[in-house]
């Protein structure tokens, strides 16, 4: 299983989906290579931290991520506590258009704006 992303710089100008769900990576960095990326699908790994979400900020054009499964959103079961999760994501990634699969809505979009 992969654990870290490695050698990026590679393949960064030109890649734009990363899809690598059910692996051990704990850790986003490296991921700042990947200029064009817009898409990333990373659930179930292991990010514990915010911290590690917040390295995506270099990631300008990223627009569609899935992170469910993760541990940094363990116990994000309720209704508010999902949405919490989604405007907590929008004011760190403001240009996502698609979270966990479901549409960034209008209302999420102000309410992530707002609690900036």
């Given at each position: 299983?992969?654990?870290?992303?490695?050698?990026?710089?590679?393949?960064?100008?030109?890649?734009?989906?990363?899809?690598?769900?059910?692996?051990?990576?704990?850790?986003?960095?490296?991921?700042?290579?990947?200029?064009?990326?817009?898409?990333?699908?990373?659930?179930?790994?292991e990010?514990?931290?915010?911290?590690?979400?917040?390295?995506?900020?270099?990631?300008?054009?990223?627009?569609?991520?899935?992170?469910?499964?993760?541990?940094?959103?363990?116990?994000?079961?309720?209704?508010e506590?999902?949405?919490?999760?989604?405007?907590?994501?929008?004011?760190?990634?403001?240009?996502?258009?698609?979270?966990?699969?479901?549409?960034?809505?209008?209302?999420?979009?102000?309410?992530?704006?707002?609690?900036?």
């Amino acid at each position: 299983q992969i654990k870290k992303f490695e050698n990026i710089e590679a393949v960064g100008d030109t890649l734009e989906e990363i899809w690598i769900s059910y692996n051990l990576i704990q850790s986003l960095s490296g991921l700042d290579k990947a200029v064009h990326l817009k898409k990333l699908f990373i659930g179930n790994c292991e990010i514990e931290k915010w911290s590690e979400i917040e390295k995506l900020q270099a990631n300008t054009e990223l627009e569609e991520v899935l992170f469910t499964g993760n541990p940094f959103i363990e116990g994000k079961d309720s209704d508010e506590d999902k949405a919490a999760y989604r405007i907590q994501l929008l004011k760190i990634l403001p240009k996502l258009k698609k979270i966990d699969g479901l549409p960034v809505d209008v209302d999420e979009r102000e309410a992530a704006e707002a609690a900036e």
